[in-house]
């Protein structure tokens, strides 16, 4: 069987693109290079240069291809940008969605798997947020991210069609065989942000904001590992594949850690004490975002990298391989 990885030249699809190609299955990429990279894709990969909207390439790819299960990763990431442009983003990730989704339909497609995100939840402010609480976005980004989950859900209710929405928590690390990374230049995110700090491509680390209602006020978040992500796709798509419901899956491990703590974690790693400084918040940053993981667990999920320290290794090896690709 083959399956279709919409944005496997990205960092998350990359990961899974290994995980399938690692399963035996055969993988299409279809990217339209806008943030992922054509090194990114391994050879045993096919790549496809396009839209993920193309009905027409898309339905080419299915009858040229057999592919029985689209694995949807192309979305545009980046929540300052929604809230200054939210029309590109309802474009790129709510319109090309629901084109793909028809054709998903239109082919027959069994299995549908969704890259959702935990900003669905906004503000909830549980200790531990289950995939039951009403979504609550606080950005364009999520809603868009929301609005295609439900385009999912109705459409499932309509047609034979059946999915899995993941939603994603704070997704770090690389492949510990050092195969693929986060390799977005301009990326935000925390560990890798710090994890450049300490090797000196930026002179100081700034957490933003130390006021919140936390232990020690800085920001709470699940740090989930890529590769344990990709595989939870695997699960996911078996557990379509062998006639399971729709689902709703939260993807992270159930407990968290502070920015401070992973400031501790990236310098007992490195070896670098690096500068950090304390700036106010940057808005928007909801306190506290920890899964409760009972459901992807009852599907047999077992994390392999569930460790701060393993997790900051694999990025700052990802970061030195950047540095010493471009310097090549
Ligand atoms: N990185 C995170 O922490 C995180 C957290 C939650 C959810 N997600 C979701 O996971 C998915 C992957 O994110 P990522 O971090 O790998 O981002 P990324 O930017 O590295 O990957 C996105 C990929 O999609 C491609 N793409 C974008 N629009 C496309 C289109 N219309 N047609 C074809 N290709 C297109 C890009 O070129 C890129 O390769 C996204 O849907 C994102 O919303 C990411
Ligand atoms: O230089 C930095 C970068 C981040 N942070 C803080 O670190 C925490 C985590 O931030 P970041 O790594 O940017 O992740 P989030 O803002 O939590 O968002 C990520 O995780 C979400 C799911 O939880 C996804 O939807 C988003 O796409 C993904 O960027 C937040 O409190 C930030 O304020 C800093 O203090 N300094």
């Not at 045993?44 to 949807?72: K, M, N």
């Not at 569930?306 to 694999?314: E, G």
Request: some cysteine; aromatic content about 8%.
């Amino acid at each position: 069987m083959t399956v279709l990885v919409t944005g496997g030249a990205g960092y998350i699809g990359s990961h899974m693109v290994l995980e399938l190609i690692d399963a035996g299955e055969q993988v299409i990429v279809l990217d339209d290079l806008s943030t992922g990279f054509r090194w990114s894709v391994p050879p045993a990969a096919t790549l496809v240069i396009g839209d993920a909207g193309d009905q027409a390439l898309v339905s080419r790819l299915i009858d040229e291809h057999g592919i029985d299960s689209i694995l949807h990763f192309a979305a545009k990431i980046v929540v300052p940008e929604s809230v200054a442009d939210p029309l590109a983003y309802y474009l790129n990730n709510v319109v090309k969605s629901r084109a793909l989704i028809e054709t998903a339909v239109a082919k027959g497609i069994k299995s549908f798997i969704f890259s959702s995100t935990a900003t669905v939840y906004g503000n909830a402010g549980a200790s531990l947020l289950s995939e039951d609480l009403p979504v609550a976005p606080i950005n364009p980004y999520g809603r868009t991210k929301v609005m295609t989950e439900w385009m999912l859900e109705d459409t499932c209710k309509a047609h034979g069609l059946r999915y899995a929405v993941l939603r994603y928590f704070n997704v770090a690390g690389a492949d510990p065989k050092g195969r693929s990374g986060q390799s977005t230049p301009r990326a935000t995110h925390l560990i890798k942000v710090a994890a450049q700090v300490a090797l000196g491509r930026q002179l100081y680390f700034e957490v933003l904001g130390t006021d919140y209602d936390t232990p020690d006020g800085t920001c709470v978040r699940d740090y989930v590992q890529v590769n344990d992500l990709a595989h939870a796709h695997l699960v996911a798509l078996r557990h379509l594949r062998e006639g399971g419901e729709s689902i709703v899956l939260n993807c992270g491990y159930g407990h968290g850690a502070s920015v401070l703590d992973v400031i501790k974690v990236v310098k007992e790693v490195s070896g670098v004490d690096f500068e950090v400084r304390i700036s106010p918040r940057r808005g928007g940053d909801p306190a506290r975002l920890v899964a409760k993981v009972d459901r992807i667990r009852g599907l047999g999920w077992q994390p392999k990298y569930d460790n701060l320290a393993d997790i900051v290794a694999q990025a700052l090896r990802w970061e030195r391989f950047l540095a010493d690709r471009k310097a090549a």
